[in-house]
């Protein structure tokens, strides 16, 4: 099943567009106030422009107005974009949880959109029910276009964040369970809260960004400041600018190739980007994994730290954990066809991955094997388990480098049963040094291989 976020990445590169074209029929706009130039408005918006925006974004507000008839005329209107274009629903809902799941059997199964932008309020409990289908998402809102927002939305918490802060760092929290089915609605007029809440939520959020077109954001500022670090993931939803133009196709092409213009020219160099290290130290440091103290290591070297993985273990946690070993695979652009996992921790490591691949790499479905400690004596009396690995690109999986046995050991046994070796990664590379060099890049020399990490023992000063 796609999700929705994958939906809006393929259709953006497609097009080559990070335009979102806003339906929003003001009756000072209409020719005569009934439903049916409401119908035509939109029909009129959508002729228009249906190959350069990526989605379409009515806002609900303008249809109810004209009652049940309007809800008609708003079912019409999303059934006549073309089934490749995403529809987000600008509703801003949010309530408890029970009442939630009317919303989302009106949003999803009648009026049939793909995307909902809530208000997150209640908390957690008020936005899942809209979840359950993977293929839906929510954009929800965090810092708002309004003058009025920084009443409440700027209010600093006790951590010292102001609250929009605060729910994208939920939101970045909440993403690792709801996997490509979370956004959030941040302000394209307010550069500054676009460049904090970049910086706080990784590459896979994308951001619906208002604030442009009629309410007079600066589209470079934004531009800049909201696209992630590929230069995408940001909407620009814009309603007003287009709709009232005297030719509305032409300025949403000129929306459009401002915005590309500009953000081919972003230098990233200068802009600080969401880390995924750091998001890594801070969570093994809150699950307790980096244990200080005196401590043998199995190489027989002596440590002031451990790092010891067995401290996740919970279902949230573990499916974090391989999603961190997933982002860092994709990032690293390493051909496999198996990933391997030493006994005993890599073999848990190896599931975990195989699985976050398959939720969050598009579809990345990759066999497993693992070795056993001894052979059995009875069933099929095999070292190895799982997906067979002869001829096969091998990708061993593992927790740490530290003197580099481990890693040979694996590296010779996968060798031994004809799998080719094409890299190794690691949650930690503990950087040790041997012969005035680094073990990971020792052995990356010996075998030829990438060595990768999540983290490193330099990124602990993070």
Same mark, same amino acid.
């Given at each position: 099943m796609v999700s929705f976020f994958q939906k809006i990445k393929q259709r953006s590169e497609e097009i080559n567009s990070l335009l979102c074209v806003g339906l929003d029929p003001h009756i000072d706009d209409l020719s005569e106030n009934s439903s049916k130039d409401v119908f035509n408005f939109c029909k009129h918006l959508i002729d228009q422009t249906n190959d350069i925006a990526v989605a379409y974004k009515p806002n609900i507000a303008f249809f109810e107005q004209f009652g049940a008839e309007g809800y008609t005329i708003l079912q019409d209107i999303i059934q006549y974009i073309p089934n490749e274009i995403p529809v987000i629903l600008d509703a801003k809902r949010g309530d408890i949880n029970s009442t939630c799941t009317g919303y989302v059997t009106s949003t999803f199964d009648h009026l049939k959109a793909d995307c909902i932008t809530l208000n997150p309020y209640l908390g957690v409990d008020s936005i899942s029910p809209f979840l359950n289908n993977k293929s839906k998402g929510c954009f929800v809102l965090c810092k708002t276009s309004n003058y009025s927002s920084n009443e409440i939305q700027s209010i600093k918490t006790k951590q010292n964040f102001k609250l929009y802060e605060h729910i994208a760092l939920l939101i970045n929290e909440w993403e690792h369970i709801y996997t490509d089915q979370l956004g959030l609605v941040v302000a394209a007029n307010d550069k500054d809260a676009l460049q904090n809440v970049r910086c706080l939520i990784n590459d896979n959020i994308w951001i619906l960004a208002p604030g442009l077109g009629a309410q007079g954001g600066d589209i470079e500022a934004a531009v800049q400041y909201g696209c992630n670090s590929k230069k995408t993931g940001i909407l620009f939803p814009i309603s007003r600018g287009i709709s009232r133009a005297e030719n509305p196709r032409e300025k949403a092409i000129e929306f459009r190739d401002t915005i590309n213009k500009i953000r081919t020219h972003i230098d990233i160099s200068n802009i600080n980007y969401y880390d995924k290290r750091k998001e890594f130290i801070e969570f093994i440091l809150s699950k307790q994994v980096l244990q200080y103290g005196s401590f043998t290591l199995k190489s027989?070297?002596?440590?002031?730290?451990?790092?010891?993985?067995?401290? &996740? +273990?919970?279902?949230?946690? $573990? /499916?974090?954990?391989?999603?961190?070993? *997933?982002?860092?695979? @994709?990032?690293?652009? %390493?051909?496999?066809?198996?990933?391997?996992?030493?006994?005993?921790?890599?073999?848990?490591?190896?599931?975990?991955?195989?699985?976050?691949?398959?939720?969050?790499?598009?579809?990345?479905?990759?066999?497993?094997?693992?070795?056993?400690?001894?052979?059995?004596?009875?069933?099929?009396?095999?070292?190895?388990?799982?997906?067979? &690995? +002869?001829?096969?690109?091998? $990708? /061993?999986?593992?927790?740490?480098?530290? *003197?580099?046995?481990? @890693?040979?050991?694996? %590296?010779?046994?996968?060798?031994?049963?004809?799998?080719?070796?094409?890299?190794?990664?690691?949650?930690?590379?503990?950087?040790?040094?041997?012969?005035?060099?680094?073990?990971?890049?020792?052995?990356?020399?010996?075998?030829?291989?990438?060595?990768?990490?999540?983290?490193?023992?330099?990124?602990?000063?993070?």
């Open positions: 027989g070297m002596k440590s002031s730290y451990f790092f010891n993985m067995g401290m &996740i +273990n919970k279902g949230v946690d $573990l /499916i974090r954990l391989g999603d961190f070993y *997933a982002n860092r695979i @994709i990032e690293s652009g %390493i051909e496999f066809d198996v990933l391997f996992g030493p006994a005993y921790k890599g073999i848990p490591l190896a599931t975990l991955t195989s699985i976050s691949l398959s939720n969050i790499g598009n579809n990345i479905n990759k066999g497993i094997a693992y070795n056993r400690k001894e052979i059995k004596t009875h069933g099929e009396k095999k070292l190895l388990v799982g997906e067979k &690995i +002869n001829n096969k690109k091998i $990708l /061993i999986i593992d927790d740490v480098i530290t *003197a580099g046995t481990a @890693i040979t050991e694996t %590296i010779d046994l996968v060798t031994e049963h004809k799998g080719i070796v094409v890299g190794v990664i690691v949650a930690l590379d503990r950087q040790e040094i041997q012969d005035n060099e680094y073990v990971s890049d020792k052995l990356q020399k010996k075998y030829n291989i990438p060595i990768i990490s999540i983290s490193t023992y330099s990124d602990l000063s993070i």
